[in-house]
């Protein structure tokens, strides 16, 4: 019915999210709203638990936080047994202001700064990825002056193209993330890493990118990262004990969308890992992955008020939202395509083709373009499905307009996960 399994409609007819009714929400808690589907969160996380335990048997799933980031929604990961992935001291702090524990946590970056690496340090955690070697000899010292080994991964760039948006393709050597395998930079890094007395290395990391339908990228990096790791194995002859092998499934967006099923994923990667090893004689590494958008992304929509409507003749119709690339900047960005229900009568006939435009002072606020909607009148709630992931995170204060709350639903009932931001909270850094 919907793009996603969070959504359904009620006796009224009404958009239910987490079987709460969006209407009632949008009232109770006002507009622009995030509302996220707790089970749904859930859900996710079991499937991708579940599939790695069936197909691999050893490994971490780890949220990658940035794309959707907060207190509560570590307290579910937590429960749910997953890791995380963290990319920032705000990260790691909202993780510690849960009790995160630090043997979950993998913190990425490709220029952490030193508190940000002492930080981790002091927290435990035993996965830093190291981007560079600048970063490897600044994380060796701080290890040393606190007495303490470091645990890192490297992170590597596979070389693979995985057919994505350019913006967020990061696998390739022109990539301001991690080291080359085809320069030679990434074995230089190891054979340093190995030598030195306070780092230990636990693992190599590759991430190809974001929102991947196709399985077969994801089957080329494991199989370049088992070579290298037999190479760093035979050359070497040191043991790397963990692979991660990143985010980036496809999550379903539009109705169109086909994403390949996570189960589908693990199984030909586990095959490849598994088959990879076989051959080259090698142990199996503790296999770790990191999906972000597919946790997040269908278990959230965004509610908004609309506003006025502008007709151009010829050229197109506007419809107005109170709310705008400020809480949703992936139109924007990335012409990221989204669908768009009235909340009111979701299953409606879609009779007409909008563009809708936020509230920003800026002519690319745009939430989409040609989106087809029911009809609406100004005052009418309205719902973008699927914006659980990298709307909330990317969220911005431009033009001083206030963060919407999120509310978090579990079997319709709602909660606060993080409160709506208030002009003084706006001004509240201002001297
Ligand atoms: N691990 C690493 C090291 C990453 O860099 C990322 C995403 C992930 C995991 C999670 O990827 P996911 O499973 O969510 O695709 N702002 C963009 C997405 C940027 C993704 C960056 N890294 C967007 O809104 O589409």
Same mark, same amino acid.
């Given at each position: 019915m919907f793009v996603s399994d969070s959504l359904n409609v009620n006796a009224q007819g009404h958009l239910t999210v987490g079987g709460a009714d969006a209407v009632t929400l949008a009232q109770e808690y006002g507009t622009p709203l995030y509302v996220m589907d707790e089970m749904g969160i859930r859900e996710n996380c079991r499937q991708f638990k579940a599939s790695i335990d069936r197909y691999y048997g050893r490994g971490l799933v780890c949220y990658a936080s940035k794309a959707f980031c907060c207190k509560e929604m570590y307290r579910i990961i937590k429960s749910e047994g997953l890791g995380i992935d963290v990319v920032s001291g705000g990260e790691l702090y909202t993780a510690q202001g849960v009790a995160f524990p630090a043997d979950r946590i993998v913190f990425h970056g490709n220029n952490k700064t030193r508190q940000e690496l002492e930080m981790a340090l002091d927290y435990g955690v035993t996965r830093i990825v190291v981007d560079n070697l600048d970063e490897l000899a600044a994380l060796n010292q701080l290890a040393g002056e606190r007495g303490v080994k470091a645990g890192i991964m490297f992170r590597i760039k596979p070389g693979i193209d995985a057919h994505t948006h350019s913006f967020i393709q990061t696998g390739q050597i022109d990539s301001k993330f991690g080291l080359a395998l085809e320069t030679g930079e990434a074995m230089e890094a $190891?054979? =340093?890493?190995?030598?030195?007395?306070?780092? =230990?290395? $636990?693992?190599?990391?590759?991430h190809i990118g974001s929102q991947i339908f196709d399985i077969a990228p994801f089957e080329l990096a494991?199989?370049?990262?088992?070579?290298f790791l037999y190479r760093i194995q035979s050359e070497l002859g040191?043991?790397?004990?963990?692979? %991660?092998?990143?985010?980036?499934?496809g999550v379903k967006y539009?109705? #169109?969308?086909?994403?390949?099923? +996570?189960?589908? @994923?693990? /199984?030909?990667?586990?095959?490849?890992?598994?088959?990879?090893?076989?051959?080259?004689?090698m142990a199996e590494p503790f296999v770790l992955i990191e999906p972000g958008?597919? *946790?997040?992304?269908?278990?959230? $929509? #965004?509610? @908004?008020?609309?506003? %006025?409507?502008?007709?151009?003749?010829?050229?197109?119709? +506007?419809?107005?939202?109170?709310?705008?690339?400020?809480? %949703?900047?992936?139109?924007?960005?990335?012409?990221?395509? +989204?669908?768009?229900?009235?909340?009111?009568?979701?299953?409606g006939e879609k009779t007409q083709q909008?563009?809708?435009?936020?509230?920003?002072? /800026?002519?690319?606020?745009? *939430?989409? /373009?040609g989106?087809?909607?029911q009809p609406v009148q100004p005052g009418d709630i309205v719902a973008v499905l699927a914006t659980g992931a990298y709307n909330y995170s990317m969220s911005s204060n431009y033009n001083r307009i206030p963060r919407p709350a999120v509310v978090m639903v579990r079997d319709g009932q709602a909660r606060i996960a993080v409160e709506r931001e208030s002009y003084e909270d706006v001004v509240r850094n201002d001297r």
């Open positions: $190891v054979r =340093e890493a190995i030598k030195l007395q306070h780092i =230990e290395l $636990v693992g190599l990391h590759c494991a199989q370049v990262m088992i070579d040191y043991t790397v004990k963990e692979l %991660n092998l990143g985010g980036g499934f539009l109705s #169109t969308d086909e994403p390949a099923p +996570y189960d589908a @994923y693990m /199984e030909r990667v586990s095959a490849v890992v598994r088959s990879q090893c076989a051959r080259l004689g958008r597919a *946790i997040a992304a269908p278990t959230g $929509v #965004t509610l @908004y008020t609309v506003g %006025n409507r502008k007709d151009i003749p010829g050229v197109r119709s +506007y419809l107005a939202i109170d709310g705008g690339m400020g809480d %949703n900047p992936r139109y924007a960005l990335y012409q990221s395509a +989204y669908e768009i229900v009235a909340a009111a009568h979701p299953l909008v563009t809708v435009a936020g509230k920003c002072c /800026e002519s690319g606020d745009l *939430i989409g /373009e989106m087809a909607l």
